[in-house]
T-cell receptor
Framework: SQTIHQWPATLVQPVGSPLSLECTVE??????LYWYRQAAGRGLQLLFY??????ISSEVPQNLSASRPQDRQFILSSKKLLLSDSGFYLC??????????FGSGTRLTVV | DAKTTQPPSMDCAEGRAANLPCNHS???????VYWYRQIHSQGPQYIIH???NNETNEMASLIITEDRKSSTLILPHATLRDTAVYYC????????????FGKGMKLTVNP
């Protein structure tokens, strides 16, 4: 069966520090991978999506970047965190639109 | 993505049917309607999707009007655990494989 792993569950980082969130998928090949963010009290915002290794599409300009070094690995990074980067980060995968599967999320607080 | 509109919130009594409306008047002939829900502090969960015909699964039923300009998600016997934000999404067919979440509708099931 397919599973998605996302870690850590919570993270508190100082302003200006780097960030690396990792997401891995098991049980499927060549999935589409996505990073979403949900700020407090707001909706889900699509940040990045990838249809293959090394292929990253950015949805909004921001202080973050994404990489896909392997077929089932998706990484969200920042060189220097801002207070506005705080939020709930969700990784998701799909083979097609008929069924996104989301990870359990990382709650990031930048202090 | 084709625009959808949902009421911001709705209440329902436990054990009763919850009927969640969605308008998608600009939907194209080959675009599907997807429903997801997000329980607090979790990732969104796929519920159901449909094109023209009514659909039913173990979670819910989806009723799509004949002109396809609106649909209703039906939870036949709402429980307290159905309290969540429900998203009605019509992804653009032929575009990139991504779901863009709007504000959704908060359903509160009351005891």
């Amino acid at each position: 069966s397919q599973t998605i792993h996302q870690w850590p569950a919570t993270l508190v980082q100082p302003v200006g520090s780097p960030l690396s969130l990792e997401c891995t998928v098991e049980g499927t090949s060549n999935p589409n991978l996505y990073w979403y963010r949900q700020a407090a009290g707001r909706g889900l915002q699509l940040l990045f999506y990838s249809v293959g290794i090394g292929q990253i599409s950015s949805e909004v300009p921001q202080n973050l970047s994404a990489s896909r070094p392997q077929d089932r690995q998706f990484i969200l990074s920042s060189k220097k965190l801002l207070l506005s980067d705080s939020g709930f980060y969700l990784c998701a995968w799909s083979v097609n639109l008929r069924g996104y599967t989301f990870g359990s999320g990382t709650r990031l607080t930048v202090v | 993505d084709a625009k959808t509109t949902q009421p911001p919130s709705m209440d329902c009594a436990e054990g009763r049917a919850a009927n969640l409306p969605c308008n998608h008047s600009t939907i194209s002939g080959n675009e599907y309607v997807y429903w997801y829900r997000q329980i607090h502090s979790q990732g969104p969960q796929y519920i159901i999707h449909g094109l023209k015909n009514n659909e039913t699964n173990e979670m819910a039923s989806l009723i799509i009007t004949e002109d396809r300009k609106s649909s209703t998600l039906i939870l036949p016997h709402a429980t307290l655990r159905d309290t969540a934000v429900y998203y009605c999404i019509v992804p653009t067919q032929g575009g990139s494989e991504k779901l863009v979440f709007g504000k959704g509708m908060k359903l509160t099931v009351n005891p």
